[in-house]
């Protein structure tokens, strides 16, 4: 079946860096994006950003730029989303999602992967 | 930026109807039909209920509907079950080529 999933949870200290993986199966992988979303605990959801598993093309949150990088693997389809420089409010459950049709709609979603950032 | 409005909290009986509503601008809501809603049950992911304001996708209940009127999308669900409690969020796509969220709406079937 079609699914998402990814890579365990992560705890990291201020100023570290995180890569979380999002490996899919059950399509083809280079005909849809991905996003990344994410949520704070207690909080609602937030786009983080998009990326073409076709061509690598990306579109991040400008509250994010520079500090996050959104990569694809096509051999092993797998897509990966780095966040630097980590702070204390970026702890959150990070989740990809297949793009339904250019950022309309989000209709697979992977089970999510929590990032806590702590000293 | 501010996301979309949503209200904090609605609630109906088992077999009511409910609506929940999704406020937006002429930069998001109003000016594409690219509205989506998503269910959320606790400690799982989103679950996508209704696409491009009021398509289905394969599996949903006929139950779930969507429409939008101006700057202003809404969510319907009919006949008010047990498991609908839930968080449903709005999604719009926007002028900044982006979509965005709702802040969320905790449903609560008493």
């Known amino acids: 079946q079609v699914q998402l999933v990814q890579s365990g949870a992560e705890v990291k200290k201020p100023g570290a860096s995180v890569k979380v993986s999002c490996k899919a199966s059950?399509?083809?992988?280079?005909?849809?994006?991905i996003s990344w979303v994410r949520q704070a605990p207690g909080q609602g959801l937030e786009w983080m950003g998009w990326i073409s598993a076709y061509n690598g093309n990306t579109n991040y949150a400008q509250k994010l730029q520079g500090r996050v990088t959104m990569t694809t693997d096509t051999s092993t389809s797998t897509a990966y989303m780095e966040l630097r420089s980590l702070r204390s409010d970026d702890t959150a459950v990070y989740y990809c999602a297949r793009d339904l049709s250019g950022l309309s709609a989000f209709d697979i979603w992977g089970q999510g992967t929590m990032v806590t950032v702590s000293s | 930026q501010s996301a979309l409005t949503q209200p904090a909290s609605v609630s109906g009986s088992p077999g009511q109807s409910i609506t929940i509503s999704c406020t937006g601008t002429?930069?998001?809501?109003?000016?594409?039909?690219?509205v989506s809603w998503y269910q959320q049950h606790p400690g799982k992911a989103p679950k996508l209920m209704i696409y491009e304001v009021s398509n289905r996708p394969s599996g949903v209940p006929d139950r779930f509907s969507g429409s939008k009127s101006g700057n202003t999308a809404s969510l319907t669900i009919s006949g008010l079950q047990a498991e609908d409690e839930a968080d449903y969020y709005c999604?719009?796509?926007?002028?900044?080529?982006?979509?965005?969220f709702g802040g969320g709406t905790k449903l609560t079937v008493l």
């Open positions: 999604s719009s796509y926007t002028s900044s080529s982006t979509p965005w």
């Open positions: 002429s930069s998001d809501v109003g000016g594409y039909n690219y």
């Open positions: 059950g399509y083809t992988f280079t005909s849809y994006g």
